[in-house]
């Protein structure tokens, strides 16, 4: 008796809000998968699924998006495009983010929620507003881009123009993820045993030696956790290159919110998604792998 | 040593001053009498003034909040549901829906959503919006008020099932009231994200559902003008004041993910 009444708890309780992610979660990605093997309709969207103008059900598929997906190698390069610049903005968000963690692990115990809060806060603030704020930057009018190019022009060189660049889209991608960068990295180096790095010391290691040799491969995990944090997001995001790109700085998102909103051709907007989260998931999956391999 | 802790001050307030600044920098200009953010011309309110008599932004604000206190509202029911199920129960599917939505990319859930709802013939409008916002904020709440249940000690509420206490009652007057910190931070979070949310909300909204983001969205797209910044700067305000009260209500639960 007891352990039916446990599964009947189990299932009111859980019951409901499972319900709620298969269909509003689970059902749409299945659809959006079914999508991407469908003709477009004839007025943009997607053909019927479950029936046509006479009422007789068709499940015919075909995988024609998925042909003109690998046939026209424009999207294969926008992707190997986006995946340049989520690989550029990890490397950068690493090189920013390892010595703040570091110096927050190393700081006294009292200090460091407030350290570490104070690289969550600005993240908290809306997304636009921060990919906004360097529209201000960057722009052509900003007192930093006047003083920039002012700057460059006593060294004989030409002006330069920051905004609608692939360079800004980079900065726009830095700033929004990195607090995914440093959070991971700090939880790592904060259960360092500083008796290693005293030990190495004894030993008559140097500090760049201790770095590499003790310091940086403990904390592999860390910078795995957070490239694949940072990674993933980078690679689907349309609003940055949209506001700070230009046309020269479109990724993958772009394409895949153009498919659905305009040119409305849905079938081929489901296979670039599909495309985007098999690699979404292989990255995720390689992160764990390695993660787990590395401490073994 | 000296010199190397100056080195690695010295790399970590360049990466504050990376963080904030930009952010400085828009509320700076929401002051400034000027129609550019160029040069600094002199102080006024006026930016702020213009903001209240814009109809579309305060259509916007209003819409915003009705969608984050509907949504929040439900899914942190939806989420303390299924915080509790996954703490007490053996559950397979339940975890990796909640964790799935927070880790995929987020278009791709705009995307499938607006997919779903065009299938149903689901007007594209508030209901959807809700609906969706609802559909994502579930993991967030979930994710808090389980670290909170795993902190909790498990005896009170056997011994209040030993005194005779029926389960519902045992939740309702000792689980719950326990773990109403961690609920109430789970809501306060879900509301900052379905106010804060652009991207699943650009892909599930309809003609006149437009949302602050979308409204934000817009004007950076067509004429930027110093009423972003004033606009951006009282919804930062806006967000900062519910996470100080969520993280002093639930501390911790910021750095649970």
Avoid at chain 2, 81 to 88: F, L
Wanted: aromatic residues 12%; charged residues 10%; contains cysteine.
């Amino acid at each position: 008796m007891p352990v039916r009444q446990n599964r009947l708890h189990k299932w009111l309780i859980g019951g409901p809000p499972l319900a709620y992610l298969v269909v509003f979660f689970a059902i749409p990605v299945l659809i959006m998968v079914v999508a991407s093997f469908r003709n477009p309709g004839e007025f943009g969207g997607l053909a019927p699924i479950f029936n046509d103008e006479t009422g007789s059900a068709r499940f015919d598929l075909t995988t024609e998006s998925y042909g003109r997906f690998f046939s026209d190698f424009l999207y294969t390069e926008l992707f190997l495009k986006s995946f340049a610049y989520a690989a550029i903005t990890t490397i950068v968000c690493l090189v920013i983010a390892y010595p703040l963690a570091m110096l927050i692990a190393r700081s006294p115990k009292r200090h460091r929620d407030l350290l570490v809060l104070l690289v969550i806060l600005p993240f908290w603030s809306n997304f636009l507003i921060r990919v906004y704020a360097w529209m201000i930057i960057l722009g052509p009018q900003s007192v930093f881009v006047t003083a920039l190019n002012r700057l460059l022009g006593l060294f004989g060189m030409e002006p330069v123009t920051l905004l609608y660049t692939p360079f800004a889209v980079i900065i726009g991608l830095v700033y929004v993820h990195l607090p995914f960068m440093v959070l991971p990295l700090y939880a790592n180096l904060e259960k360092h045993d500083p008796a290693l790095l005293d030990a190495a010391q004894d030993l008559g290691a140097n500090a760049w030696w201790r770095f590499w040799r003790v310091t940086f491969p403990l904390s592999l995990p860390g910078v795995y956790a957070g490239a694949a944090l940072v990674f993933i997001p980078a690679l689907g995001i349309f609003a940055i290159p949209d506001i700070l790109g230009g046309t020269e700085g479109i990724m993958i998102g772009n394409v895949i919110k153009q498919q659905f909103l305009d040119t409305r051709d849905w079938p081929f907007g489901s296979v670039l998604s599909m495309v985007l989260t098999v690699m979404a998931v292989a990255i995720a999956g390689l992160a764990a792998w390695v993660a787990r391999r590395s401490r073994t | 040593m000296n010199r190397r802790l100056g080195a690695l001050w010295a790399a970590a307030i360049f990466a504050y001053a990376f963080l904030y600044a930009p952010l400085v920098i828009v509320v700076a200009y929401s002051f400034n009498d000027s129609r550019l953010n160029a040069e600094w011309v002199g102080f006024t309110l006026s930016w702020y003034g213009k903001l209240f008599h814009n109809e579309k932004m305060l259509q916007a604000a209003w819409n915003s909040l009705l969608i984050g206190i509907t949504a929040s509202a439900v899914s942190t029911v939806f989420g303390t549901m299924a915080g509790y199920a996954m703490y007490r129960f053996r559950m397979r599917l339940l975890p990796l829906l909640i964790l799935a939505p927070i880790a995929i990319p987020e278009i791709l859930m705009g995307v499938s959503l607006l997919i779903f709802f065009v299938l149903l013939n689901i007007s594209l409008g508030m209901i959807s919006i809700i609906l969706s916002h609802i559909a994502f904020c579930i993991g967030f709440v979930a994710i808090v008020v389980r670290s909170r249940l795993a902190g909790m000690d498990e005896s009170l509420t056997e011994a209040a099932r030993d005194l005779g206490a029926t389960p519902w009652k045992a939740f309702r007057l000792v689980t719950l009231p326990l773990i109403m910190p961690g609920v109430v931070a789970g809501a306060l979070m879900a509301f900052t994200l379905s106010i804060d949310d652009f991207v699943i909300t650009f892909f599930t909204a309809g003609v006149g559902s437009t949302t602050l983001p979308l409204q934000i969205y817009t004007m950076v797209k067509i004429a930027v003008t110093p009423e972003v910044n004033a606009i951006s700067t009282l919804l930062m305000m806006l967000t900062l004041a519910l996470i100080l009260i969520a993280s002093k209500l639930s501390p911790g639960s910021l750095r649970a993910e």
